[in-house]
């Protein structure tokens, strides 16, 4: 049981240049979110699937687009990147049962030169 | 959108030592759920505690327990015999019924424990 698992952990990208950002997650769980992390902001939520086949936009989702491929997997894409997305990025997903907290994956921290 | 609010960026304890860290929310919900997750270096987020808004008793795990006061609309959380290992940054969370699935989260407080 891996959990919520990201790639990469790292990346470096050039200004105009695209990339996606993977998560999975093997919890069976219906809801997953795409945050990023900057100093003294904590985190802001970016995209979020409340389930298989829907997505929404979260505070800050200007130049990013999301894919909930299926139950397992949400992805994040960013078309063309600029220095202002150089953030940690995490991707969570949640239970239903109990207090339905957030798991999280390890972050990938990306810089946009 | 609800707010979550941590006053103190940074706090520091004593090791064995009991430290609070703050946390206040805006809401004109009656039922949702709070949460402190503990971020170490290594970047990880984990969770450490939660509260459902309709229980009166305020939630204990281990060495960590919260103050849980819904007219205040304040959720510190408590660590006593503060360990090394409890260094880390903090964040508090919330989540209502009437807001989907968003969580919204505080700024953090950055803890660090003196040997």
């Known amino acids: 049981n891996a959990g919520v698992t990201q790639t990469p952990k790292f990346q470096v990208l050039k200004t105009g240049q695209s990339m996606t950002l993977q998560c999975a997650q093997d919890?069976?769980?219906?809801?997953m979110y795409w945050y990023r992390q900057d100093p003294g902001m904590g985190l802001r939520l970016i995209y979020y699937s409340a389930s298989e086949g829907t997505t929404d936009k979260g505070e800050v989702p200007n130049g990013y687009n999301v894919s909930r491929l299926n139950k397992r997997e949400f992805s994040l894409r960013l078309e063309s990147a600029a220095p202002s997305q150089t953030s940690v990025y995490f991707c969570?997903?949640?239970?239903?049962?109990?207090?339905?907290?957030?798991?999280f994956g390890p972050g990938t921290r990306l810089t946009v030169l | 959108a609800q707010t979550v609010t941590q006053s103190q960026p940074e706090m520091s304890v004593q090791e064995a030592e009991t430290v609070t860290l703050s946390c206040t929310y805006d809401t004109s919900e009656s039922d949702y759920y709070l949460f402190w997750y503990k971020q170490p270096p290594s970047r990880q987020m984990i969770l450490v505690i939660r509260?459902?808004?309709?229980?009166?008793q305020n939630a204990t795990e281990n060495r960590f327990s919260v103050n849980f006061q819904k007219a205040a609309k304040s959720f510190s959380l408590k660590i006593s015999d503060s360990q090394l290992g409890d260094a880390a940054m903090y964040f508090c969370?919330?989540?209502?019924?009437?807001?989907?699935?968003?969580?919204?989260f505080g700024t953090g407080t950055s803890l660090t424990v003196i040997p």
């Open positions: 969370a919330y989540r209502g019924p009437n807001t989907g699935n968003q969580f919204y």
């Open positions: 969570a997903s949640r239970r239903l049962a109990g207090g339905g907290e957030q798991f």
């Open positions: 509260q459902e808004a309709y229980k009166q």
């Open positions: 919890m069976n769980h219906n809801s």
